[in-house]
């Protein structure tokens, strides 16, 4: 019987990657017309922002569907936390949160920064942004989801090591480093999906609301 579990839970993590990766081949297609039709530099890096969320909240939504659980992926934008602290007589309140806030059941589980690419600032940032989390209570998992890898890993390693390794896994799925001069937009340089990778993301996700549990 445990068996039998184990293949329909991969049978549905197959279908779920199957829907994610033609949701991200649309918009990586997507992309390379807009930048043929000559959308500027802006609206690209607004396009490419919007759909890499979107297709994250779809995906791990997707999950909570096939799976039949409580499992939610909203905007953070609209779902911030009340960080409160007191100072010098005052309570000081600040908005919180990343791209993608994550729910099991109306419990806050997780939350995923979603990137084009990573760079080393915007890692930085990220960790910054979980750490808050955690010192105002939250006990959720911190991911990252980008496209392609533009971090010096000598320097992820520092930044991971003065931020108590508070992010949980990056997630990339296209090969290579990010080249400015080759953006993956431009149809002469378009990268194939890594399925290998985008399947670890998908994973992860489902382990989300299926933990695994010890055999003995």
């Given at each position: 019987m445990e068996d039998q579990n184990i293949f329909v839970s991969q049978t549905l993590c197959d279908d779920i990657f199957i829907?994610?990766?033609?949701q991200l081949d649309i918009c990586m297609s997507k992309w390379c017309t807009s930048y043929e039709?000559?959308?500027?530099?802006g609206e690209m890096r607004s396009e490419r922002g919007a759909d890499i969320e979107k297709f994250?909240?779809?995906?791990i939504n997707n999950i909570g569907v096939k799976l039949k659980k409580n499992l939610k992926a909203v905007r953070g934008t609209g779902n911030?936390?009340?960080?409160?602290?007191?100072?010098?007589?005052?309570?000081?309140?600040?908005?919180?949160q990343v791209d993608v806030h994550i729910y099991l059941d109306d419990k806050f589980i997780a939350v995923i920064e979603c990137k084009a690419y990573l760079d080393h600032c915007y890692y930085v940032r990220a960790c910054d942004d979980?750490?808050?989390?955690?010192?105002?209570?939250?006990?959720?998992k911190c991911f990252i989801f980008a496209l392609e890898n533009s971090v010096d890993e000598s320097s992820k390693l520092f930044t991971d090591v003065i931020t108590d390794h508070v992010c949980d896994e990056i997630f990339y799925v296209l090969d290579g480093k990010r080249s400015s001069s080759k953006p993956i937009y431009d149809s002469r340089y378009k990268k194939q999906i890594n399925e290998?990778?985008?399947?670890?993301?998908?994973?992860?996700m489902v382990e989300l609301c299926t933990p695994k549990t010890s055999s003995t």
């Amino acid at each position: 019987m445990e068996d039998q579990n184990i293949f329909v839970s991969q049978t549905l993590c197959d279908d779920i990657f199957i829907s994610a990766k033609e949701q991200l081949d649309i918009c990586m297609s997507k992309w390379c017309t807009s930048y043929e039709n000559n959308s500027s530099g802006g609206e690209m890096r607004s396009e490419r922002g919007a759909d890499i969320e979107k297709f994250i909240r779809d995906s791990i939504n997707n999950i909570g569907v096939k799976l039949k659980k409580n499992l939610k992926a909203v905007r953070g934008t609209g779902n911030e936390k009340l960080l409160r602290l007191h100072y010098d007589n005052k309570e000081l309140i600040k908005k919180h949160q990343v791209d993608v806030h994550i729910y099991l059941d109306d419990k806050f589980i997780a939350v995923i920064e979603c990137k084009a690419y990573l760079d080393h600032c915007y890692y930085v940032r990220a960790c910054d942004d979980f750490k808050l989390f955690k010192k105002f209570g939250h006990d959720i998992k911190c991911f990252i989801f980008a496209l392609e890898n533009s971090v010096d890993e000598s320097s992820k390693l520092f930044t991971d090591v003065i931020t108590d390794h508070v992010c949980d896994e990056i997630f990339y799925v296209l090969d290579g480093k990010r080249s400015s001069s080759k953006p993956i937009y431009d149809s002469r340089y378009k990268k194939q999906i890594n399925e290998t990778k985008l399947k670890e993301f998908i994973n992860s996700m489902v382990e989300l609301c299926t933990p695994k549990t010890s055999s003995t």
